[in-house]
């Protein structure tokens, strides 16, 4: 996989911006002129309340969605528009192609595929992307799931695993196609309180060992704490403070951020 430790970040460009980045559903706007840069091997945490818009900057970073107006840039490349002889256009499928292989997402419901075993949901995009042949994909497989602790379940379909055994088998899947770049949306939610501890010390060890970039939706804020370089607070598609993890969550300056962070301790979640 290429572990590294993660490099200061205070003197480069931005692996991803967005700018002035609007986004609705009919009437609805999720994103207003949103405007926000990632450094790469940067950790950051976006909190705020359901609804706040933080799924949808994922999935546009995933080509799931698009922008209504604005610009999305990785690496430098507009996610949303390439140039042909002189010409903006609206990106090709090649093109989201090209651009959505430096992700890798892992997903609230795991979205693991119910037919295959744990080894072959692991395998099948290096397979289906021409990246690897088939043995090849098996041996990265099998190294990515001794990674998060499931090495003796590569035979195993999902039924069989449990919520944590599934949510750490699709970490190993979006790890497969090694990605510059992690996104992680609210990977425990869907989890009995008890397995949560499993998956967050996978993501604990990702962002000690490795050089990836790693956009992380969640409510559990004690680990966002912990994870985070930066910590952005959204409401209503903007976003409302932004800062080190220690001041976010220990000395908020807008009394929507302590609001918040009040009704979330009062859930009995840690900060």
Same mark, same amino acid.
């Given at each position: ?128 992307? $021409?990246?690897?042949?088939? !043995?090849?994909?098996? @041996? /990265?497989?099998?190294?990515? *799931?001794? &990674? %998060?602790?499931? +090495? ?93 993890? $220690?001041?976010?969550?220990? !000395?908020?300056?807008? @009394? /929507?951020?302590?609001?918040? *962070?009040? &009704? %979330?301790?009062? +859930?009995?979640?840690?900060?």
């Amino acid at each position: 996989m290429g572990l590294h430790v993660a490099p200061n970040t205070a003197e480069q460009s931005p692996i991803i911006e967005f700018r002035n980045v609007e986004k609705s559903f009919g009437p609805i706007k999720v994103l207003d002129q949103l405007c926000f840069s990632v450094k790469p091997g940067e950790h950051l945490a976006l909190i705020g309340p359901s609804g706040s818009g933080k799924t949808t900057i994922l999935r546009m970073l995933m080509t799931l969605e698009s922008v209504t107006a604005g610009d999305v840039i990785v690496n430098g490349v507009s996610l949303n528009h390439e140039y042909k002889s002189g010409k903006e256009l609206p990106a090709s499928e090649a093109h989201l192609r090209k651009m959505r292989s430096d992700f890798g997402m892992v997903f609230q419901h795991f979205n693991l595929f119910p037919h295959k075993t744990a080894i072959q949901n692991v395998t099948l995009a290096p397979v289906l992307t $021409g990246l690897l042949s088939k !043995a090849e994909a098996k @041996e /990265r497989g099998l190294k990515l *799931l001794k &990674k %998060v602790g499931l +090495a003796d379940k590569a035979g195993e379909y999902p039924s069989r695993l449990s919520g944590g055994q599934k949510q750490r088998v699709a970490i190993a899947r979006a790890l497969a196609l090694q990605p510059k770049i992690l996104l992680l949306d609210e990977i425990t939610s869907a989890l009995d309180p008890e397995l949560v501890e499993e998956v967050l010390n996978v993501i604990t060890d990702l962002r000690n060992e490795t050089d990836m970039t790693m956009l992380l939706v969640t409510h559990e804020m004690g680990f966002a704490k912990d994870f985070a370089d930066r910590v952005l607070f959204f409401e209503r598609g903007k976003i409302v403070e932004e800062g080190p993890p $220690g001041e976010i969550f220990q !000395a908020p300056h807008h @009394e /929507r951020t302590k609001s918040f *962070l009040r &009704k %979330v301790i009062a +859930a009995g979640h840690r900060v």
